[in-house]
């Protein structure tokens, strides 16, 4: 039997500060854990996709290869507000099913200050297909699909916030906060939806360890709403 090799990632992030995470990082972290950045390494630049796109396959393969993430490689992420996720969900995405999700605030070990590198790995990047739905297809299927909103319950309402330029929801979506437990949803093809397509990862995550697929709309409400054709919600 091939041998297993066990990264931790850390993954924390700060939508309000983009140094947050490397900072914590420093400061201390699981010892041997490489560190990835939700807006350099697990997002395309920020533009007409949305403040967080999904990475090419070829730049996301050459970011977990650095982390030490390959076959044979068993990735455990941690961190903040659906960094975690959101690498667990990229890993997924490309093909690598072999990784968990770890609150830190359980982990019971030491932790190491400093940068650490890891033995590099060469990650072989095989993109899923139907896990993911654009904005087109998910304007076209409204009433069709079980919409489900991680944002905080005032974005989704659509009151005026720093972080939405134009504030509101996608038609028909119902709340279920990323910071709350999952609420009872109905039965359906589920799409999960966020700001900016981080936050969403943590309820797709969820989904996931109840036996329920969701697709993941990447855009978010920060494509949706650059697009003034696409109907809004509030209230």
Same mark, same amino acid.
């Given at each position: ?12 992030? =700060? ?72 690498l667990w969900w990229l890993l997924r995405h490309f093909g690598h099913d072999d990784c968990a999700v770890l609150d830190l605030a359980g982990w019971r070990g030491p932790l190491r ?6 033995? %590099?790995?060469?990650?072989? %990047?095989?993109?899923? =297909? ?55 949803? %109905? %039965? ?18 969820? +989904? ?13 409400? =920060? ?6 054709? +696409? ?5």
């Amino acid at each position: 039997m091939a041998r297993v090799r066990y990264q931790f990632v850390d993954c924390r992030w =700060s939508l309000d500060d983009p140094d947050y995470g490397r900072t914590a990082y420093l400061a201390g972290h699981v010892p041997g854990a490489t560190f990835l950045d939700v807006e350099r390494d697990l997002s395309a630049p920020a533009g007409a996709g949305g403040r967080h796109p999904l990475p090419r396959a070829a730049d996301f393969a050459g970011t977990a290869g650095r982390a030490g993430i390959g076959a044979g490689v068993f990735v455990v992420a941690y961190g903040t507000t659906g960094g975690a996720e959101r690498l667990w969900w990229l890993l997924r995405h490309f093909g690598h099913d072999d990784c968990a999700v770890l609150d830190l605030a359980g982990w019971r070990g030491p932790l190491r200050s400093g940068a650490e590198a890891a033995e %590099p790995a060469q990650f072989d %990047p095989r993109s899923r =297909s139907g896990d993911t739905i654009e904005a087109d297809e998910l304007a076209a299927r409204l009433g069709e699909l079980v919409i489900v909103d991680a944002r905080l319950p005032e974005r989704f309402r659509g009151e005026p916030n720093p972080v939405d330029r134009v504030p509101g929801r996608v038609p028909g979506a119902v709340n279920a906060p990323w910071n709350q437990d999952l609420p009872g949803l %109905p %039965p359906g093809e589920l799409v999960a939806y966020c700001g900016s397509g981080v936050t969403a990862c943590v309820v797709v995550h969820r +989904l996931q360890l109840e036996g329920r697929e969701a697709k993941l709309y990447p855009g978010s409400w =920060s494509e949706w709403e650059q697009r003034g054709e +696409l109907p809004r919600e509030r209230g």
